[in-house]
């Protein structure tokens, strides 16, 4: 059975930087895609940036520049950097691993940036 836990989320000031992670546990033999989204209140969950196994990015417009997605396979972990954080970035991230076929999802983690 395949898990995944978020952690680094918080409440920081706008323009601060937050590092999160998620790391799968269980029977995994490799993971192709991971990924980040999020939702914020009263709005559809929404790609942030999504990593393949040969580590091609891609970011949505809202966050480029600005936010950095990386894995690390031997701890099946990605990570998000977010820097210069802005009050719209408030919302609870997801990550979402693609696994033979197959998307798992964490429970998710909130960012709460203040202005």
């Known amino acids: 059975q395949v898990q995944l836990v978020e952690s680094g989320g918080g409440l920081v000031q706008a323009g601060g930087s937050l590092r999160l992670s998620c790391a799968a546990s269980?029977?995994?033999?490799?993971?192709?895609?991971m990924g980040w989204y999020r939702q914020a209140p009263e709005k559809q969950r929404e790609l942030v940036a999504t990593?393949?196994?040969?580590?091609?990015?891609n970011y949505a417009d809202s966050v480029k520049g600005r936010f950095t997605i990386s894995r690390d396979n031997v701890k099946k972990t990605v990570y998000l950097q977010m820097n210069s954080l802005k009050p719209e970035d408030t919302a609870v991230y997801y990550c979402?691993?693609?696994?033979?076929?197959?998307?798992?999802w964490g429970r998710g983690t909130q960012v709460t940036v203040s202005s």
């Open positions: 979402k691993f693609t696994i033979r076929f197959r998307d798992y």
């Open positions: 269980g029977s995994i033999f490799s993971i192709n895609a």
């Open positions: 990593i393949t196994a040969d580590s091609r990015t």
